[in-house]
């Protein structure tokens, strides 16, 4: 796990920031970061380590220059064209991946949780009930290998970038990849973040924070009245503008 850095007076500091720069944002808004619903909560997340080795196919295409003529007004003219040429590639790359992280909850958007990375994983100490103590804690709702195949899903990106570099070359064609895992090793990490939840127009929002750097995440409602008054303040402008160039040229 890691324990919370940051405490509900650093939470809420780094939420008025985020806060002001909403555009647009109704005024109530604001009042999240006084909110007392505010809830410092350890979210569940899987791990994985593994050794992957990968053959792959793929194209490897390289950069050349040819000179065209084309008629322009009624003159020949000629023109630097860049076209590529070809070749079969193919070959094997391998990685090591450490503390790959996949949410284990269903409770918290899996996209706000990926915004808050990175999380300084090697920062992280082994389970002890004292630091749980005063917040809250969410049971995984993501078995490990349900979690894995997302794990597996991670890597791939990353191997498609290393294929990518062994094939070189000005541009690359990756057509497949075969990945063999080995000495595949996971664990459970809880994570500290901190909750904020509010209502507006009768829907709810939620606020992420991430409590080691304060990083925030969140969903935000849009005012109607503010947009209205931009847009008919540029409209006074406009019309304005428009009477006096008449006045002065009519």
Same mark, same amino acid.
């Given at each position: 796990?890691?324990?919370?850095?940051?405490?509900?007076?650093?939470?809420?500091?780094?939420?008025?920031?985020?806060?002001?720069?909403?555009?647009?944002?109704?005024?109530?808004?604001?009042?999240?970061? #006084?909110?007392?619903?505010? *809830? +410092?909560?350890?979210?569940?997340?899987?791990?994985?380590? %593994? =050794?992957?080795? &990968?053959?792959?196919?793929?194209?490897?295409?390289?950069?050349?220059?040819?000179?065209?003529?084309?008629?322009?007004?009624?003159?020949?003219?000629?023109?630097?064209?860049?076209?590529?040429?070809?070749?079969?590639?193919?070959?094997?790359?391998?990685?090591?991946?450490?503390?790959?992280?996949?949410?284990?909850?269903?409770?918290?958007?899996?996209?706000?949780?990926?915004?808050? #990375?990175?999380?300084?994983? *090697? +920062?992280?100490?082994?389970?002890?009930?004292?630091?749980? %103590? =005063?917040?809250? &804690?969410?049971?995984?709702?993501?078995?490990?290998?349900?979690?894995?195949?997302?794990?597996?899903?991670?890597?791939?990106?990353?191997?498609?970038?290393?294929?990518?570099?062994?094939?070189?070359?000005?541009?690359?064609?990756?057509?497949?990849?075969?990945?063999?895992?080995?000495?595949?090793?996971?664990?459970?990490?809880?994570?500290?973040?901190?909750?904020?939840?509010?209502?507006?127009?009768?829907?709810?929002?939620?606020?992420?924070?991430?409590?080691?750097?304060?990083?925030?995440?969140?969903?935000?409602?849009?005012?109607?009245?503010?947009?209205?008054?931009?847009?008919?303040?540029?409209?006074?402008?406009?019309?304005?503008?428009?009477?006096?160039?008449?006045?002065?040229?009519?």
């Amino acid at each position: 796990m890691l324990p919370f850095a940051l405490d509900r007076h650093g939470a809420r500091q780094h939420l008025r920031g985020w806060v002001k720069t909403r555009w647009f944002a109704p005024n109530r808004l604001k009042k999240v970061s #006084e909110a007392e619903s505010m *809830k +410092s909560t350890y979210l569940p997340h899987w791990t994985f380590d %593994a =050794g992957t080795v &990968s053959a792959y196919t793929g194209q490897r295409g390289e950069h050349y220059w040819v000179t065209e003529s084309y008629m322009e007004n009624g003159q020949t003219r000629t023109r630097r064209v860049r076209k590529t040429r070809w070749y079969p590639a193919g070959g094997r790359v391998s990685r090591a991946f450490d503390d790959v992280l996949v949410s284990a909850t269903d409770q918290v958007s899996k996209e706000r949780l990926d915004k808050l #990375e990175p999380w300084p994983l *090697k +920062s992280a100490v082994p389970y002890q009930p004292g630091y749980v %103590a =005063g917040h809250h &804690s969410l049971r995984y709702d993501t078995e490990p290998q349900s979690a894995l195949e997302q794990a597996k899903g991670r890597m791939a990106k990353v191997i498609e970038g290393d294929c990518r570099d062994d094939i070189g070359g000005d541009e690359q064609r990756v057509h497949s990849v075969d990945t063999y895992y080995s000495d595949v090793t996971f664990k459970l990490m809880l994570l500290p973040v901190w909750i904020g939840c509010y209502l507006f127009g009768g829907k709810a929002y939620q606020v992420l924070i991430n409590g080691i750097n304060g990083e925030v995440q969140g969903d935000r409602p849009y005012s109607t009245v503010k947009i209205m008054l931009v847009v008919l303040t540029i409209l006074a402008v406009v019309t304005g503008g428009v009477w006096i160039y008449a006045v002065n040229h009519g």
